[in-house]
Nanobody, 128 residues
Framework: QVKLVESGGGSVQAGGSLRLSCAVS????????LGWFRQAPGKEREGVAS????????AFADSVKGRFTISQDNAKNTMYLQMNSLKPEDAAMYYC?????????????????????WGQGTQVTVSS
């Protein structure tokens, strides 16, 4: 059974940093497309970043480009989202997600409809 577990959320002041983790189990981690999404109250879910696990290829939404990075620990089947220079508008529930496809790079646009498995989310708050 596929399970995605996010952790690392918390409350920080603007300009601070957080590192989120997404631990994957019940699922072949290699050659997979994983994603990070966020949803703030009253807003639609937004694609933040994606990772093709085999190549380590990443993509980021324009709103976070240059501030967020992705890394991974393949031995632990874990993806990380390093969030730097956080802004109040970054506050949201952050979710990791996975596609069912194998050996296919992530689409260039990060859309929630392309992802099939979801974690429960981890909350990020940013105070100004």
């Amino acid at each position: 059974q596929v399970k995605l577990v996010e952790s690392g959320g918390g409350s920080v002041q603007a300009g601070g940093s957080l590192r989120l983790s997404c631990a994957v189990s019940g699922y072949q981690y290699s050659t997979r497309c994983l994603g990070w999404f966020r949803q703030a109250p009253g807003k639609e879910r937004e694609g933040v970043a994606s990772l093709y696990t085999d190549a380590g290829a990443t993509a980021f939404a324009d709103s976070v480009k240059g501030r967020f990075t992705i890394s991974q620990d393949n031995a632990k089947n874990t993806m990380y989202l390093q969030m730097n220079s956080l802004k109040p508008e970054d506050a949201a529930m952050y979710y990791c997600a996975a596609r069912t496809t194998i050996g296919i790079w992530c689409p260039p646009v990060i859309l929630d409809t392309d992802f099939d498995y979801w974690g429960q989310g981890t909350q990020v708050t940013v105070s100004s």
